[in-house]
C-alpha cells in the first residue's frame, strides 16, 4: 500500500476489512492512519479495537488511553479501554473504565451489560443485577442483552418477585421475534426460580425438541427441577440425586 495513501481511502479500507473479518489485514492500515492523523482520537480507538480483537491487550490499552488522552468525552474508547483492562487482568481498572463509558453514553445498552459482567466477575451480583435492569430496560428486544440480564436476574438470589415479573414480560413481548429455542431456555429459568419445576421441566422438554444439546447452566437448572419435582410428588428424590451427584 501507497503510505501517501489518502486517509480516507485507508479508513473505507479499514472498516472494509473488519466487516469481513479481516482484521489482521485491517491492522497494519490502522498503524498508517494513526500516522497520518496523530491527533485523531477515532483513529487511535480503532487502532486500538483491532489489536484487541488480536489479542494484543497491552498495546490495545496503550493506544486506547492515547485516544482519550486527545479526547476523554470519547466514550467508546472508555469502553474500549475496559475490556482491555479486563483481558489484562486488571479488573478494578476495568470497572473504573466501565464506569466512565457508562457516565459518557449513558443510553447505550452495552455499556450497562459490559460494566454488570466486571463486577458480576468481582462477585457483586447485586450491582450487576441492577446494571442489567437497565441494560433491560434499554432494549429489551435484543437477545444479547436479555438473555445475560434475565439469567442473572431471575438466578441472582433466586430472584426477586419484582425482577421475576420483568424476566416473564419481556419474554412475553419479545416471544415472537426471538427465536423459539431462547424463548424456551429463558422461560425455563424464570419458572425454576419461580418454583414451577413442572412448568420449568416442560419449556427444557419444548427446547431439546429444538435443540438437542443446552448449556451447562439450563442442564443443572433442568436435574434440579426434575429432582423436586420427583421429591414433591413421591417424597424420594434417589434417581434424580443420583444424577446431580454425578453432575
Not at 4 to 27: D, N
Not at 177 to 199: G, K, M, R, T
Request: proline share 4%; net charge negative; aromatic share 8%.
Amino acid at each position: 500500500e501507497s503510505e501517501c495513501e489518502p486517509s480516507s481511502i485507508l479508513l473505507a479500507k479499514i472498516a472494509a476489512y473488519r466487516m469481513s473479518g479481516r482484521h489482521q489485514f485491517a491492522l497494519p492500515l490502522a498503524e498508517q492512519a494513526v500516522g497520518q492523523l496523530p491527533d485523531d482520537s477515532d483513529a487511535w480507538r480503532n487502532l486500538a479495537g483491532l489489536r484487541l480483537h488480536l489479542g494484543r491487550n497491552e498495546t490495545a490499552r496503550k493506544a486506547f488511553r492515547q485516544a482519550i488522552k486527545l479526547d476523554a468525552t470519547n466514550g467508546l474508547a472508555w469502553q474500549g479501554l475496559a475490556w482491555a483492562d479486563f483481558h489484562c487482568d486488571e479488573l478494578s481498572a476495568a470497572i473504573e473504565s466501565a464506569n466512565q463509558a457508562i457516565k459518557l453514553r449513558p443510553m447505550d445498552e452495552i455499556v450497562w451489560t459490559t460494566h454488570a459482567k466486571f463486577v458480576a466477575a468481582k462477585g457483586d451480583y447485586r450491582a450487576a443485577a441492577a446494571d442489567y435492569r437497565r441494560a433491560l430496560g434499554l432494549r429489551p428486544d435484543s437477545p444479547h442483552v436479555a438473555y445475560p440480564a434475565i439469567v442473572t436476574l431471575a438466578l441472582w438470589d433466586r430472584g426477586s418477585q419484582c425482577d421475576l415479573d420483568l424476566c416473564r414480560q419481556t419474554i412475553a413481548q419479545q416471544s415472537r421475534h426471538w427465536p423459539p429455542a431462547l424463548v424456551h431456555e429463558l422461560s425455563a429459568i424464570v419458572c425454576f426460580s419461580a418454583d414451577q419445576f413442572d412448568e420449568a421441566i416442560a419449556s427444557i422438554e419444548r427446547l431439546r425438541e429444538i435443540r438437542p444439546r443446552v448449556s451447562p447452566t439450563t442442564q443443572l437448572i433442568e436435574l434440579l427441577a426434575r429432582w423436586q419435582h420427583a421429591y414433591s410428588t413421591t417424597g424420594e428424590a434417589n434417581s434424580e440425586h443420583g444424577r446431580l451427584q454425578s453432575w
